[in-house]
């Protein structure tokens, strides 16, 4: 199926969303954007769907923000109504998205794939900030996403002084979680990507929920609000199911329930 500028498959509990505008290295102008938000939209009220894969046409994840078409409108207005929502619904999905980024990801871009809850990278894959190169500052979450994985004085290098980051460097630095051949990429992220959706969907919901709590949280307030969530899940099937499936000594059977 295809959701004009992305495209949107379903398969085994997985919606694989491909960014679809290859001749442009997939960059995002304000079709993509909404495309990218209703397949979100999709995905989340499809209840055979349990994990996403987020992807791009071609050799290329993302190149950022299509900056002839960002020159069209207030860009505070345009970062308001068309990037920002779509990053927050990315973060608060309740169910898992693994970005597979399969080459360039810059600017707005890599911000989508560090926007997701995980990343696989294939061995071509590079990462670039990009916007001092044409006077701007970082958007797209950029500015909350990496001082949180590589810290201040390594984001503000990034940033300030941005050279393209190969996928090994990377993942030495916890921006990517594995890096695969560029060949396997899409078959390795299918596998995990599977995993994910055999498991408890609704505890990887409530997980999410706690770890973007905990960002901002002292451990009082996430004491708390871990005991509230654990509370919601011990009243799904998944948790009855699993255990279940302890004391019979076999593997459990998530129904994201």
């Known amino acids: 199926m295809s959701r004009g500028s992305v495209q949107y498959e379903v398969r085994e509990g997985v919606a694989t969303l491909t960014l679809n505008r290859p001749e442009v290295h ?16 999709a995905a989340e009220q499809d209840a ?12 290329a994840f993302c190149a950022g923000q299509d900056l002839g078409e960002l020159q069209e409108q207030d860009v505070l207005d345009y970062l308001r109504e068309h990037v920002n929502p779509l990053v927050l619904h990315l973060r608060r ?28 990278a294939s061995e071509d894959a590079r990462f670039l900030t990009a916007f001092v190169q044409v006077g701007l500052v970082p958007d797209a979450g950029t500015t909350y996403f990496l001082p949180r994985l590589v810290g201040l004085g390594r984001t503000f290098e990034l940033c300030a002084l941005p050279e393209s980051l190969r996928a090994e460097e990377a993942l030495r630095w916890g921006l990517v979680n594995w890096v695969v051949p560029a060949d ?58 699993g255990l279940r499936a302890f004391w019979e000594k076999r593997s459990p059977h998530f129904t994201g329930r």
């Open 184 to 241: 396997e990429l899409q078959d390795r992220a299918g596998e995990v990507a599977r995993r994910l959706a055999r498991g408890p969907t609704r505890a990887y919901g409530l997980l999410k929920r706690a770890l973007l709590r905990s960002l901002d949280g002292d451990l009082t307030s996430v004491l708390d609000y871990e005991a509230m969530l654990q509370k919601v899940a011990s009243r799904t099937e998944d948790y009855r199911e």
């Open 26 to 41: 997939n960059a995002l102008n304000r079709q993509m954007l909404a495309d990218l938000r209703a397949a979100l939209r």
């Open 93 to 120: 999905m309740e169910k898992p998205v693994l970005a597979a980024v399969n080459g360039v990801a810059a600017g707005a871009g890599w911000s989508l794939a560090l926007a997701c809850d995980l990343r696989m």
């Open 48 to 59: 055979q769907v349990r994990c996403l894969v987020l992807t791009g046409a071609g050799k």
